[in-house]
């Protein structure tokens, strides 16, 4: 699996992951893959739920040390 | 192999069931309407930038900036404590769902949380209320001043998010850069923060317990309080997202959560202003004048719309700042601060002005019974919120009004 874009939303809150996430989405071709690196509690439904209303794949989700949350995502 | 595990005891079960994951947001909804409806029941409805103003009054009064007369000490104001307890309770749901971490973002959004903070602060004392005060609340208990709040908030939080997604697109740098993500459980360990949750939770008993000989309403204020701030942060109940999510993602579930509570404290406070329940030494015509502010029409669409702009800007509002407070966000620790400076330098300075400016016709006691009965005000908001879920599950499915 190779990842195409890191994007670093940590320390961020609620709304700025989701935002970034969608541009940064916006900005990637169909297969490609997006890792987000996120320590806000909320992006772990969020992003769930976003990717199943957009299509896109959650391919992982896994808690890291330091709060981190690493979700990789592949466009659809 | 995998390892043979042995099975939790049942009460473990059980508080994995509500600390393991996040509750669905209507869950909360109707959780929280239901605490709201036992609030008014007690006393009066839930609020919050009442009782951060309480605090900021109280900052003022101690350091002799400002005098204000006759400010009430936060452990003997309500909803002082009321708010100070949201903390506390979202503090020990973060602890015991291991999801406590102080959480420094960059600069630039540390400046948006103090600015956003303010705002809301200048909103909440023009408009009479926030989201809670002058929505949450203010629906349920049929005043005609919180539906054009309510518009109002729809048009701030439009705005400011148009303004997010500019800033976004061309200063990415104010929401990039060093940030700091201190004392987060690690992955399976972190038993301390479930340990340090039982700490706090005793301390939240014994306080409650501490005013069961000089105030009863208290104690139940601290025990709801604590309850809405484990809930809010459980359920991630958050009042801009029910606002915002259908302009920017499409999403619903936030707005659904909202909706719930509505209706639950729709029910609630109906029949407490009807039967005039707790109204005892005051007369029922009080009662049921209960949180129908004086802001009818524009005060209320005016307050509204500029705290739709600053919970925007700050990603949470007045209660949504204070539950994420417990968590460990720290832009939302700077959003209070603002809101608590601000609330009281606003309400000297900002507020006789605007109330000057306006005439009575634009800002008066509106309860909409009063007018339409208590059987068309019911249907009135039952509608409207009808609309409100129809509009934001077509518009999920369509994305006809989401930004992306």
């Known amino acids: 699996m190779e990842i195409t874009q890191t994007l670093d939303c940590k320390g961020l809150s609620c709304p700025m992951p989701m935002m970034k996430l969608a541009k940064a989405m916006k900005g990637l071709k169909s297969g490609d893959i997006l890792e987000m690196l996120g320590t806000d509690p909320g992006t772990k439904s969020d992003i769930p739920k976003w990717c199943e209303k957009t299509g896109n794949t959650l391919l992982e989700a896994t808690e890291l040390s330091g709060g981190v949350t690493r979700m990789i995502i592949q466009k659809n | ?404």
């Not at chain 2, 008014?40 to 605090?55: C, E, L």
């Not at chain 2, 420094?104 to 956003?116: D, M, N, T, V, W």
């Not at chain 2, 209320?129 to 049929?142: E, H, M, Q």
């Not at chain 2, 005039?276 to 004048?289: K, L, N, V, Y």
């Open chain 2, 1 to 404: 192999m995998a390892e043979p595990t042995k099975e939790s005891g049942v009460l473990v079960q059980l508080f994995r069931t509500f600390f393991g994951k996040h509750w669905p947001v209507w869950v909360g909804g109707i959780v929280l309407g239901t605490l709201n409806i036992l609030l008014f029941a007690i006393k009066s409805p839930w609020g919050a930038s009442g009782g951060i103003n309480n605090w900021g009054e109280n900052v003022f009064s101690s350091v002799g900036l400002i005098n204000i007369e006759s400010v009430a000490p936060v452990n003997e104001n309500l909803y002082g404590m009321l708010c100070l307890l949201i903390v506390v309770g979202s503090f020990i749901g973060a602890l015991f769902s291991k999801e406590f971490a102080f959480r420094i973002p960059p600069r630039g959004e540390l400046i948006k949380g103090f600015i956003g903070g303010g705002i809301m602060a200048i909103g909440a004392t023009v408009g009479i209320g926030c989201t809670i005060g002058a929505f949450f609340s203010g629906v349920p208990a049929l005043s005609g001043g919180a539906l054009v709040f309510t518009i109002g908030l729809f048009i701030g939080v439009i705005i400011a998010l148009r303004y997010l997604l500019w800033e976004m697109d061309k200063f990415p740098k104010w929401s990039s850069g060093k940030s700091y993500n201190l004392l987060a459980a690690k992955p399976n360990k972190g038993g301390w923060q479930i340990v340090l949750g039982w700490i706090f939770l005793i301390g939240v008993i014994i306080l409650a317990y501490s005013y069961v000989g000089s105030n009863l309403t208290m104690t139940w204020f601290i025990i709801i309080g604590g309850l809405m701030g484990m809930i809010s942060q459980r359920s991630r109940f958050c009042i801009v997202k029910a606002f915002r999510d259908p302009f920017m993602s499409g999403e619903s579930h936030g707005a659904v959560g909202v909706m719930a509570g509505l209706l639950v404290g729709l029910v609630g406070f109906t029949a407490i202003k009807l039967f005039g329940i707790g109204a005892e030494d005051a007369s029922i015509r009080a009662r049921e004048m209960t949180w129908v502010f004086p802001h009818f029409w524009a005060k209320a669409g005016i307050g509204g719309l500029i705290f739709g702009i600053g919970m925007t800007i700050a990603g949470g509002c007045a209660v949504g700042t204070l539950w994420r407070v417990g968590e460990g966000q720290v832009k939302l620790w700077m959003s209070a601060i603002g809101f608590l400076l601000i609330s009281p330098i606003s309400k000297i300075f900002i507020v006789p002005s605007v109330d000057n400016m306006l005439p009575h016709s634009m800002k008066y006691k509106n309860f909409l019974p009063d007018y339409i009965g208590y059987d068309g005000a019911v249907a009135l908001v039952i509608a409207i919120i009808i609309i409100w879920y129809w509009f934001v599950k077509w518009n999920e499915k369509t994305g006809k009004f989401s930004a992306f």
